[in-house]
């Protein structure tokens, strides 16, 4: 078999609501047997993989398991704020895979310090402890930048103000 390198398109795969999408050409190495086929290389699946989940947004193997260690927290405390099994976090630290898109949005925003480990702890609690949830989602609103909105008939308005404070019981 014969080895050769050919420019390569990536393509974000379509949706719903749009048709695939091409975003990048890289370069892969394939073999080329006897009667003409060609074979892709593992490595070169991989890049492909890599460079498309990169373009979807999705982390791999290497960034989850960075993430996790950055956080300095385990695989077991990290599998249960996320809502996942252990060995699904092995699996995909591992390169085995990818986490469901919900999964990959919570560690985008831990990733991007959006959300904290705490803030996850709060949400796994029991929902009957409201007065936390307010506080929770208050301090968040105030740590957020309210930009100004514009409205076709009456132009940019202000930003709204901040909330008042929860009542005492």
């Not at 490595?43 to 492909?48: A, F, K, Q, V």
């Not at 947004?57 to 290497?62: I, K, M, R, S, V």
């Not at 480990?117 to 796994?124: K, M, P, S």
């Not at 009456?154 to 929860?166: D, F, H, S």
Request: charged share 30%; hydrophobic share 35%.
């Amino acid at each position: 078999m014969k080895s050769q390198t050919i420019p390569f398109d990536i393509h974000i795969p379509a949706t719903e609501d749009r048709a695939a999408i091409k975003v990048a050409t890289i370069e892969i190495e394939i073999y080329r047997d006897e009667q003409g086929n060609e074979m892709v290389t593992p490595e070169s699946t991989e890049l492909i993989e890599k460079t498309q989940a990169r373009y979807m947004g999705l982390l791999t193997g290497e960034d989850i398991k960075g993430l996790r260690k950055k956080l300095g927290c385990s695989q077991e405390l990290l599998s249960d704020l996320l809502g996942c099994g252990k060995k699904s976090l092995s699996r995909w630290e591992n390169g085995h895979g990818y986490p469901t898109q919900l999964v990959n949005t919570t560690l985008r925003l831990l990733e991007e310090e959006r959300v904290t480990l705490d803030d996850l702890r709060a949400v796994r609690q029991p929902r009957h402890q409201t007065d936390s949830i307010v506080h929770f989602v208050q301090a968040r609103q105030k740590m957020a930048k309210r930009p100004a909105t514009y409205n076709l008939q009456k132009g940019w308005k202000q930003a709204p103000p901040e909330l008042p404070e929860p009542l005492a019981q």
